[in-house]
């Protein structure tokens, strides 16, 4: 059974940081692209950062570029999404994606909430 589970989210104050992680299980973790998405209240679901299967090329959506880290530890089945600067608008539930052709695998979410 394919299973993706985020943690790390939470409230944090505008200019603070936090740091996301996803474990994978069930599937041949190292063979997916992975990607963290962001879907705000009543706005679409957008990409934040795609890894390859190494995490040698990653992209970045222009709105977090200089502000979001994402690794990736195959050894482990884990990605990470290190955010800093943290603003009002990156308010959003934070979703782990693993894609393989076909395989398109979500896991539950994680809510991050940046207010004062």
């Known amino acids: 059974q394919v299973q993706l589970v985020e943690s790390g989210g939470g409230l944090v104050q505008p200019g603070g940081s936090l740091t996301l992680s996803c474990t994978g299980s069930g599937f041949t973790f190292s063979y997916y692209a992975m990607s963290w998405y962001r879907q705000a209240p009543g706005k679409e679901r957008e990409l934040v950062a795609r890894?390859?299967?190494?995490?040698?090329?990653?992209n970045y959506a222009d709105s977090v570029k200089g502000r979001f880290v994402m690794s990736r530890d195959n050894a482990k089945k884990a990605v990470y999404l290190q955010m800093n600067s943290l603003k009002p608008e990156d308010t959003a539930v934070y979703y782990c994606?693993?894609?393989?052709?076909?395989?398109?695998?979500w896991g539950q979410g994680t809510q991050v909430t940046v207010s004062s």
């Open positions: 890894s390859g299967i190494t995490a040698g090329r990653i």
């Open positions: 994606n693993a894609y393989q052709f076909a395989n398109d695998h």
